[in-house]
Structures are given as C-alpha cells and as structure tokens.
C-alpha cells in the first residue's frame, strides 16, 4: 500500500539558517504530494504541493520539488523564521490507486523549533 | 468565517459517555473525513463519507460511529468512551480537481476521557 516517510524530529535551528526535511512515499498509481503545516493549537493548513513529476511546489519561502526517480518530495526553506516554528507533516493522495482511492497518507509529522 | 468548523473545541468526559463531536463546512466538498492525531502517530484516519449515502472505515474505526447528516455536515461518536480515545480530533473535507485532491482540516477537538 501506499506510505509517507519523514525524518523525525525536532528540527531545532537558528533564526535565518537553512531548512530541509526530508520526505520519501510509496505509491502504486499516480500520487499527488502534500506539505501541510500545523502551527501550535490549529489544525493542519495546507502549505503547498505538487501534482506531477518535476512540478515544484512554493509558497511562503518554503518549496518542494517532486522527485519521481527518488521518491521524495523534501521541504526547504532558506532562511527560516522564529514564526516559522511549527510541526510539518507530508501527504500523498493517489487518485490511481484503486484500493486508496480519495485517502490521503500523512507522515508522521516533523517538529521544528527556530529560536532566536 | 472558518470554512470548516468543529464543536466543541475541547471537551473533558468520563470513561463510558457517549460524546459527539461535529463539523460542518461551507465549502461545498462532496468527501468528509475525520482524523484523530497523537504524538508521535501523525494522523490516523477513523472514517470517510464520499456523498450523504457512502460511509467508510478507515483504518483505526473500532469505537467510532459516524453519520452524514447533509452534504455539510459528519458528526463522530464515541459510544462509549475510554481513555485511549483521548486524542486530538480533525474533521477534513476535499475536492477533486482532475487528478488532484487536496484536503482542508477544521481546527481540532481537543478530547480528554478520564
């Protein structure tokens, strides 16, 4: 069936560094990928995603690119905010796949804590 | 106004009430989830409603009971209610647009069974 990996956290960096987390699916059909942000007492946002092979998703200084060849759809951000701070979690949605047909798959969630 | 709601927003019960907990959008979406997430679980999905006539199991059911009441509506019941449902609760809905689906998440329930 298909699945979402993503790299545990907490992710605890520095105001204006560097961020990536990683994410890796399984899919059997043809899925479409997800970031969704979920910032302390909300519930999930959407924060970007992509449909296709090669598409980017961007959106408040964050991308991700879909990665066929690598199955990976990993989240950047260069320079990170303390706003920023907040727990992440990877989607997929597989339109094709009859036997998960209309259900997403979530990762695990990754937290990420920017301080001053 | 939030296009998808959830009441209420937190609640403190006893083991073996039965609770209810609602949602409702404005966004017209035909697909209505709910979710109940625990650290370190990411979400887990409880139940789906494609239209007002289809209702599904979703992967952790046992305990649960769901009902369409209308196309904006999808209503969670916890029969009779244990501490391990104590849990963070997110209803979704989604529209497809081609081959994409994406899905919107109300604010949560926040449910403490003691």
């Known amino acids: 069936g298909n699945s979402v990996t993503q790299m545990e956290g907490p992710v605890t960096l520095s105001e204006e560094a560097f961020l990536t987390i990683n994410c890796t699916y399984t899919?059997?059909?043809?899925?479409?990928l997800f970031w969704y942000v979920q910032y302390p007492g909300e519930g999930l946002q959407l924060l970007l995603k992509?449909?296709?092979?090669?598409d980017k998703g961007s959106n408040k200084g964050f991308e991700a690119t879909y990665r066929k060849e690598t199955t990976s759809f990993h989240l950047e951000k260069g320079s990170v905010q303390v706003s920023d701070s907040a727990v992440y979690f990877c989607a997929l949605s597989d339109l094709g796949a009859t036997d998960s047909w209309g259900k997403f798959q979530f990762g695990a969630g990754t937290q990420v804590v920017v301080t001053p | 106004d939030a296009d998808v709601t959830q009441t209420p927003r937190n609640r403190i019960t006893k083991t073996g009430k039965r609770i209810m907990l609602e949602c409702s959008q404005t966004?017209?979406?035909?697909?209505m989830y709910w979710y109940r997430q625990d650290p370190g679980l990411g979400l887990r999905l409880i139940y789906y409603s494609f239209d007002v006539k289809d209702i599904n199991k979703g992967e952790i059911s046992d305990g649960y009971s769901v009902s369409r009441q209308a196309q904006a509506k999808f209503s969670l019941s916890l029969e009779s209610a244990i501490p391990n449902q104590t849990a963070l609760y997110f209803c979704?809905?989604?529209?497809?647009?081609?081959?994409?689906?994406?899905?919107?998440f109300g604010p949560g329930t926040r449910l403490t069974v003691l």
């Open positions: 979704a809905t989604s529209n497809r647009q081609g081959w994409s689906d994406t899905q919107y």
């Open positions: 966004k017209g979406h035909d697909r």
């Open positions: 992509a449909t296709k092979a090669d």
């Open positions: 899919a059997t059909g043809y899925p479409s």
